[in-house]
């Protein structure tokens, strides 16, 4: 099987576009499709306000702006029009319109470009990839779609967190079963489907996806810039600041970590969350005073954040991956996970693996980094180089690897710490 040729579609900057950069590095990508590409005004725009900023951050100097086509006018009016607040439902079923919109335009664009069966390949994420899959599927072109969660697995767990915490999400609702479906399609007429994670996969083979249809890739994540320096000397009395990063909403915990920050009040902890909010004016009154939300914060502020913190927590229900796990990491934090998300965390070396849905251990994890500081310097050495194992380029490699054997029969396995 010759190197094969990629087309990749997105929308938005997912993993800091991390698929096209990876198959750049390999020598491998043709054309990245995606909503907006910020081709020019980028140091104008990061000095202004949030939606600016945001705008800046669609660009990577990793994908050549040659081999990027984008829908600029699409993608800032869908911005414009997300403005408003909807329900859980109207927010699936406006992905639903905009990825249908989406897979328009590119289907439009590809249908003008040859492409050989064998030498090309598409690579697509779930709700924006379906009537690009049929077109492919119809020139015999492989497809490959990335279910990036878990799907209505998923959805159900979220739904029971929901009835525990009465009146916490923000968003009233459920994800419609029309927004499943759609991506039951794409599992069912894509070639492969990638998940990132066994929890994810686990996930999909309850709802009847056949394991063989799936290959598990982790999510790849370059290094910072900057190596971080080594771990303070910081004795047991000195406080310790936890980080969150991410959206807050149930799904990824942050009912947990409000509950642990309860028990720990008598202690000299500060946790920070950064994340746009998702929960209820009352569920962040109910957090304790050493819980400071910060909100929605750009690329350069979280970055700042990690070298500021000295843990980071992801008390998450469930993730198909949660690459937020690596950036700190990388930034030399170690972790406290739960086992619903990306294989990343080794336990008692680089973080810390605490049971999902239960402040309690949480609680517990995060006092016993605070009174060990040998334990948490260890782990915060070890951090980094557990990061590097998950580079972009080999992400791809690893991923191109596993398509060869599936083409030629070969069931293939891999584990996170085989990214390396």
Known sequence: MASLRWTVSQIGARQHYGIPRGFEMTSSLRTLYTDVWCRRGRQLLARGPLSARALAGRFHPGVPSEKVVSFDSDGLWDAIRDRGKRSVEQTYLEFMRVGRRFCQRVNAHLARQQMIPGRDAFFGFNTASLETIEQMRERDILTVVDQIDPGPVEEEMVQEEARKWPGWQEATGRIPE???????????????????????????????????????????????????????????????????????????????????????????????????????????????????????????????????????????????????????????????????????????????????????????????????????????????????????????????????????????????????
């Open 178 to 420: 029309e927004y499943f479906r759609r991506i039951a399609q794409e599992w069912q007429r894509a070639d492969l489907i990638v998940v990132n994670s066994e929890w994810s996969r686990s996930a999909l083979h309850k709802r009847g996806v056949e394991d063989e249809k799936m290959i598990v890739i982790p999510v790849g994540c370059e290094p910072p810039e900057t190596a971080p320096p080594p771990p303070e000397q910081k004795g047991r009395s000195a406080r310790l600041m936890v980080l969150w990063v991410g959206t807050v909403n149930l799904r990824k915990g942050i009912q947990y970590l409000i509950e642990a920050a309860k028990l720990l009040a008598g202690e000299n902890i500060q946790f920070v969350v950064a994340g746009p909010l998702a929960i209820s004016a009352d569920a962040v009154a109910s957090a304790p005073p050493s819980v400071l939300f910060r909100g929605r914060v750009n690329r350069a502020e979280t970055a700042a954040l990690y070298r500021e913190a000295d843990v980071f927590v992801l008390p998450t229900i469930s993730d198909g991956f949660a690459i937020t796990q690596l950036e700190a990491m990388g930034h030399g934090l170690p972790v406290i996970t739960t086992h619903n998300c990306g294989e990343v965390v080794s336990d008692g070396e680089d973080g810390l693996l605490v049971a999902a849905a239960d402040a309690a251990p949480l609680a517990e994890a995060i006092l016993r980094l605070h009174r060990d500081r040998d334990l948490l310097r260890k782990m915060a050495r070890a951090a980094p180089r557990k990061a590097g194992q998950f580079g972009l380029a080999a992400q791809c490699e690893l991923m191109e690897r596993a398509i060869r054997d599936w083409v030629h029969g070969v069931k293939f396995q891999t584990e996170c710490n085989q990214a390396d």
